[in-house]
């Protein structure tokens, strides 16, 4: 069965840069979630998205935007980043049913 | 490689009865054991982490490392703890979270 899709699964910026995390969720699942998390530390939530609406938004600094398209893949972007915005990044989708299937994640590393 | 499992897609249990969620996990080394909740389409929440042993909502978990479980439980079932459940785990370092496919809980009046 096809499971949620990151990309890419590693990436390595300087401060400053930006970059673009992609999420496709599984087919006919129309809510996605996005989650950071530190290292050694719990993940946090950043923003979710239902039906291409914003949904809910947690705590996601000003310098980060994310969107959802109508073929629903959600991406995340990353603007001035900093030494302290390196972490793993995951999301997660889910349909009526409510469960969320997670994907693998991104592993950001700011240099 | 960590693993998770959550036997049970869904659990209807009547309002006042006692609920047990389980959880297995597989690990090597000692890991970090949490239980999330999430209400209708919201976003993840935590609701205890076996490393506080603290009790949140009437609910309580105890880790078992020689069964590898850390089943959640809670003494009388209310309405309100109608959600999906998440037992995630969580090994040394700068390793992921790894979240069991979840448990349906549903409380019935």
């Known amino acids: 069965a096809a499971g949620v899709i990151q990309s890419p699964r590693h990436l390595i910026k300087e401060k400053r840069e930006t970059a673009t995390l992609k999420c496709y969720p599984i087919?006919?699942?129309?809510?996605v979630y996005w989650y950071q998390q530190g290292p050694g530390q719990d993940p946090q939530f950043l923003i979710s998205?239902?039906?291409?609406?914003?949904?809910d938004k947690g705590s996601i600094p000003d310098r980060f935007s994310a969107q959802q398209f109508s073929d629903y893949h959600s991406e995340l972007n990353m603007s001035s980043l900093e030494l302290g915005d390196s972490a793993l990044y995951f999301c997660?989708?889910?349909?009526?049913?409510?469960?969320?299937?997670f994907g693998p994640g991104t592993r950001l590393t700011v240099l | 490689a960590q693993r998770v499992t959550q036997p049970e897609k869904l659990l209807s249990v009547f309002k006042g009865a006692p609920v047990e969620l389980k959880c297995n996990y597989s690990?090597?080394?000692?890991?970090?054991l949490f239980w999330y909740v999430q209400y209708s389409r919201q976003r993840l929440q935590l609701l205890l982490r076996?490393?506080s042993r603290e009790s949140i909502k009437g609910f309580t978990a105890d880790l078992n490392k020689g069964e590898t479980s850390f089943h959640l439980k809670k003494p009388f079932a209310q309405e309100e703890d109608s959600a999906m459940y998440y037992c995630?785990?969580?090994?040394?370092?700068?390793?992921?979270?790894?979240f069991g496919t979840g448990t349906k809980l549903q409380v019935i009046p």
């Open positions: 076996h490393i």
């Open positions: 997660a989708s889910s349909s009526n049913t409510d469960t969320q299937y």
């Open positions: 995630a785990l969580r090994g040394g370092g700068y390793q992921k979270v790894t």
């Open positions: 998205f239902y039906e291409k609406m914003q949904s």
């Open positions: 087919p006919r699942h129309d809510t």
């Open positions: 690990y090597s080394g000692s890991p970090e």
